[in-house]
């Protein structure tokens, strides 16, 4: 079985910055595309920011120039550098992945549990 493990998220004053980390557990082969999605009390999940497993990126227009997503393959780990943070950035944020656990074998989609962002003073 297959889980995206979150960490990162918590309270943080306005201006500040967090950076939360999403890998998964259990035995895989390969990850392709890895993003990370939020969701504010009474809203749709939205995409945050996705990254393909050759490095390309794409960003919400919202965290364009303060957020940066990145990851490391060696250790199959996504990362949201989240600066200059705002109120309206708090929401629950899911790590979503594409994750081939066999060798020839047709990627899964998984989501992580969700971990939340609070930006307020």
């Known amino acids: 079985q297959v889980q995206l493990v979150e960490s990162g998220g918590g309270l943080v004053q306005p201006g500040g910055s967090l950076r939360l980390s999403c890998a998964p557990s259990?035995?895989?082969?390969?990850?392709?595309?890895m993003g990370w999605y939020h969701q504010a009390p009474g809203k749709q999940r939205e995409l945050v920011a996705r990254i393909t497993s050759a490095g390309s990126t794409n960003y919400a227009d919202s965290v364009k120039g303060r957020f940066t997503i990145s990851r490391d393959n060696a250790k199959n780990t996504v990362y949201l550098q989240m600066n200059s943070l705002k109120p309206e950035d708090t929401a629950v944020y899911y790590c979503?992945?594409?994750?081939?656990?066999?060798?020839?074998?047709?990627?899964?989609?998984?989501w992580g549990q969700g971990t939340q962002v609070t930006v307020s003073s």
């Open positions: 979503n992945a594409d994750v081939v656990r066999v060798p020839g074998f047709l990627p899964r989609n998984y």
């Open positions: 259990g035995r895989i082969f390969s990850i392709n595309a």
